[in-house]
């Protein structure tokens, strides 16, 4: 069993900051690529950032140059760096990890809102 866990969610106007944490832990072999994506009402579920093992980033175009994602490979964890973050930002962000044969794990979400 793997259990993915979000952190960091809140409220905060625009133009200020935030950082997601994420943490994996339970029965991994071994972890792939992890990420965060987010989804806000009435709208799919889209990325956000993703980070390889080898530390490869891709950023949808909407945070490029806001946020960063970063990890910790020895630790399970990802992190979301947000700044200047926007009301267009708020959502449901999720952090996803991809074990070494393919399976997909999800995290139940952290909500970030951020006020005008």
């Known amino acids: 069993q793997v259990q993915v866990v979000e952190s960091g969610g809140g409220l905060v106007q625009a133009g200020g900051s935030l950082r997601l944490s994420c943490a994996a832990s339970?029965?991994?072999?071994?972890?792939?690529?992890m990420g965060w994506y987010r989804q806000a009402p009435g709208k799919q579920r889209d990325l956000v950032a993703l980070?390889?093992?080898?530390?490869?980033?891709t950023y949808a175009d909407s945070v490029k140059g806001r946020f960063t994602i970063s990890r910790e490979l020895a630790k399970n964890t990802v992190s979301l760096q947000m700044n200047s973050l926007k009301p267009e930002d708020t959502a449901v962000y999720y952090c996803k990890l991809r074990s070494g044969i393919g399976v997909d794990y999800w995290g139940q979400g952290t909500q970030v809102t951020v006020s005008s």
């Open positions: 339970g029965n991994i072999f071994s972890i792939g690529a």
């Open positions: 980070i390889t093992t080898s530390s490869s980033t």
